[in-house]
């Protein structure tokens, strides 16, 4: 079996792939700055990688400004790999979003396709994962998106998927051969509206969703089609309805 070192294992997602690679015998080590490692500096980054066949990346900014995104994903990724080539990694897997090689302006989707480009580049055999929506975003999009007591939303296309089987996508990915990218999406395509004014509606949220295109999604304007996987994407079976009762809102 082989070591796996999983950057930002603490996290929504990498907490999930840590459990799900122990539970099959490999020897995962969690890392992120709560036990040493920042990327960002480089704080911790060779000596956590000793002797690991992979390295899973499912890190994320603290904040989505452009500026600071952008900053974390190039340094942080640069920095994970320089220690891999020192340190022998023959597997690197980064969690990545689907849409980013489709046109957008949105400034998160920019500095993953740079994080891309650079693992692409780096002579390391990899596994990009893009994954499409997670339910859990569910809050935040309709919190970044209200005014008042009202939520506008484009009618967008999206085929959101379970935080628990995007891990499943990446903690497979870590366990096999490196196989370049890889799409993940959930079983079902809803507006982004609809999604939301769901979600909404299941938790008894008072608030008002209203479809008007010509709104923004985190700041930027989207195609119809941009956040949905492509035609021979690997689909989840999780749907919304299944996944809402078992998760409380969080307001």
């Known amino acids: ?10 996290g929504l ?3 999930k792939v840590v ?4 539970d099959h015998g490999h ?20 000596d956590v990688l000793v002797g690991a066949d992979v390295v899973v990346d499912v890190s994320n900014s603290p904040s989505f400004e452009e500026h600071d995104v952008m900053v974390f994903f190039t340094t ?17 897997v980064a969690l990545t979003i689907v849409g980013t090689n489709r046109p957008h302006d949105i400034p998160y989707f920019r500095a993953k396709t740079a994080q891309e480009e650079l693992i692409r580049e780096s002579g390391i055999g990899y596994s990009l ?30 085929q959101p998927m379970a935080a628990e089987d995007v891990a499943t996508a990446v903690a497979r990915a870590a366990a096999g051969e490196p196989a370049g990218d890889i799409e993940v999406g959930g079983p079902e395509q809803f507006g982004l509206d609809e999604f939301i004014r769901r979600g909404l509606a299941f938790h ?3 608030r008002t969703v209203v479809r008007d295109d010509a709104s923004p999604y985190y700041g930027a304007q989207i195609e119809k089609r941009t956040l949905i996987p492509a035609d021979g994407a690997e689909i989840f079976a999780t749907r ?3 996944w809402l009762p078992l998760n409380p809102a969080r307001r």
């Open 13 to 15: 997602i990498g907490s």
């Open 204 to 206: 008894n949220d008072p």
């Open 1 to 10: 079996m082989a070591r796996i070192v999983v950057i930002g294992g603490t």
């Open 27 to 46: 020897d995962v080590v969690p890392a992120s700055p709560a036990s040493g490692v920042n990327t960002v500096t480089g704080e911790g980054v060779a």
């Open 240 to 242: 919304l309805d299944e």
């Open 129 to 158: 994962v893009h994954a499409t929506q997670f339910f859990e975003f569910l809050g935040s999009i309709a919190d970044i998106s209200t005014d008042g007591d009202t939520v506008t939303l484009p009618g967008a296309l999206i």
């Open 19 to 22: 459990g799900k690679l122990a």
């Open 76 to 92: 942080s990724t640069r920095n994970v790999l320089a220690a891999e080539r020192e340190a022998g990694v023959r597997h690197h």
